[in-house]
């Protein structure tokens, strides 16, 4: 998919601009507070329905305004054109695909998948497990979006079976442990077969930017291995009483980076952390292109925070082959190094929140 035309309205300090990307490669520089990554922000809103910055829409609304816009015409693969648009107002989610409204992020996630990579993504291997699980997630739903129907089915079997916990109704947490063994077998079959396909592609990547061998990446499945879910659920149920939730399943999974078997994030550099992180988003994106023709879009806030020179013009020479459509950001031209080596791509300036293509 590309990004065909880009319309933002009242997102941070951008008040309302129009901008044509190139379908490769879009470089935006500008001066701190201009509204560089107001502009990333706005993309990936428009595909996550969320910020990457707030936990919460309302900062991201223009002070100025009660909602933000973000809409965009996208051409997909197959040749279509797909319009997409969302409006926040930090309470109400309103999103239309081709004129259809849509209450449901999957559809936005699915018409335009995003990778991001900022200065603080390598929280990824660096914080709590939910950030990995949510990164694997994204990565099983683009590929096969069969697995969002059992992942859902686990989810509301999960809330069930904590509210259960919490009234000790235990006659009916028996039948809820049957979904939840069900779809949780299902949710972590779908990580195990993703993560195995993933596995080369992240290699292959992440040796064009660090030389380390004897690379792996391993599920942890989120409940003791050796035994099967049903068993672990049986033996944890006086703890899950006690306790009032379910301490085992795919809702505790993550995944580990390791070298040689040593856990990777507990003695790499912090720039190498960054550029493990990034491997890790590139090969999901990558991936995406290898067994779909649908090729996702990769957003670098701050190029020149995350990489030293020579790793920036390897990954600007990746990008451009990878043939993704790609935004980065740098408050210099300089910063984007020897721009010989990429063709087609597209310069925007960024001043006060206004955006111009050079
Ligand atoms: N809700 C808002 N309404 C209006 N302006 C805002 C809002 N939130 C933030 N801003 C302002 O928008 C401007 C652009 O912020 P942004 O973070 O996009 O800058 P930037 O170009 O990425 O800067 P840097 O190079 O420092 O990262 C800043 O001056 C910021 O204070
Ligand atoms: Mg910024």
Redesign the pocket.
């Known amino acids: 998919m590309t990004l065909l035309k880009l319309n933002i309205y009242?997102?941070?300090?951008?008040q309302k601009e129009s901008i044509t990307p190139a379908p490769t490669i879009n470089l935006i520089y500008?001066?701190?507070?201009?509204?560089?990554?107001?502009?990333?922000?706005a993309v990936f809103i428009l595909g996550r329905a969320k910020s990457f910055?707030t936990s919460t829409i309302?900062?991201?609304?223009?002070?100025?305004?009660q909602s933000l816009m973000v809409t965009a015409l996208v051409s997909q693969t197959n040749g279509s054109i797909t319009h997409l648009g969302i409006q926040l107002d930090g309470k109400n989610f309103f999103c239309r695909i081709n004129n259809q409204s849509t209450q449901k992020r999957s559809d936005l996630a699915y018409a335009l998948p995003l990778q991001l990579i900022h200065p603080k993504s390598y929280e990824l291997l660096d914080a709590g497990a939910q950030i990995r699980r949510e990164f694997l997630d994204w990565g099983v739903f683009h590929n096969d979006p069969n697995f969002l129907s059992p992942w859902r089915n686990f989810k509301k079997a999960l809330s069930q079976r904590n509210s259960l916990l919490k009234t000790r109704a235990l006659e009916q947490i028996n039948v809820w442990d049957k979904e939840l063994v069900n779809y949780g077998t299902i949710v972590n079959n779908y990580r195990q077969h993703y993560l195995q396909k993933f596995k080369p592609v992240f290699i292959e990547i992440v040796s064009k930017f660090l030389a380390i061998d004897n690379i792996d990446l391993r599920l942890i499945s989120g409940w003791d291995s050796v035994k099967e879910f049903h068993q672990v659920l049986n033996n944890d149920l006086e703890k899950d009483l006690r306790y009032g939730f379910t301490h085992s399943g795919p809702h505790r999974a993550d995944f580990q980076l390791l070298f040689n078997n040593r856990l990777a994030k507990d003695f790499v550099s912090r720039g190498q952390l960054k550029l493990l992180v990034m491997s890790l988003k590139l090969a999901q994106v990558q991936l995406l292109a290898n067994e779909h023709s649908h090729i996702g879009c990769i957003l670098i806030?701050?190029f020149a925070a995350e990489l030293d020179v020579i790793n920036r013009a390897k990954l600007l020479n990746y990008l451009s082959i990878m043939g993704c459509q790609a935004f980065i950001?740098a408050?210099e031209i300089a910063d984007f190094g020897d721009l010989n080596q990429i063709k087609n791509y597209k310069m925007f300036h960024?001043e006060?929140?206004i955006i111009k293509q050079m």
């Open positions: 009242a997102v941070r300090n951008i500008g001066k701190n507070a201009s509204g560089k990554s107001a502009f990333i922000e910055r309302k900062p991201v609304i223009n002070f100025a305004q806030d701050d950001t408050t960024v006060h929140g």
